[in-house]
């Protein structure tokens, strides 16, 4: 299980929110990654979700992306912790 801290004001660049204007959350790279990629080396699979990380400008560990990975390429489930940062509004 990974675990990730995330100011509610970007929360859309991890989790889909059809209200947002974000072009490609990490959940979906992830959920495509996971069907494209399973079986398939969980080395090869890592600097895909390295660069979707960065894109979505999240900061997962090496750590959790290769545990990500290993999910991915073993069809295993992975589970995410998230926390949600920042002020609430108003």
């Given at each position: 299980m990974g675990e990730?801290?995330?100011d509610?004001?970007?929360l859309d660049h991890l989790l889909a929110d059809p209200s947002s204007a974000y072009d490609i959350p990490y959940?979906?790279?992830f959920a495509e990654l996971a069907a494209s990629h399973r079986g398939r080396p969980a080395a090869t699979i890592v600097p895909?979700?390295?660069a979707a990380a960065e894109?979505?400008?999240l900061g997962f560990t090496p750590a959790?992306?290769?545990d990500q990975a290993e999910a991915?390429?073993?069809g295993a489930p992975y589970e995410l912790r998230i926390?949600?940062?920042g002020r609430q509004p108003g």
């Open positions: 990730i801290s995330v509610r004001r970007h959940q979906q790279a895909l979700l390295r894109r979505a400008l959790d992306l290769a991915i390429s073993s926390r949600v940062t």
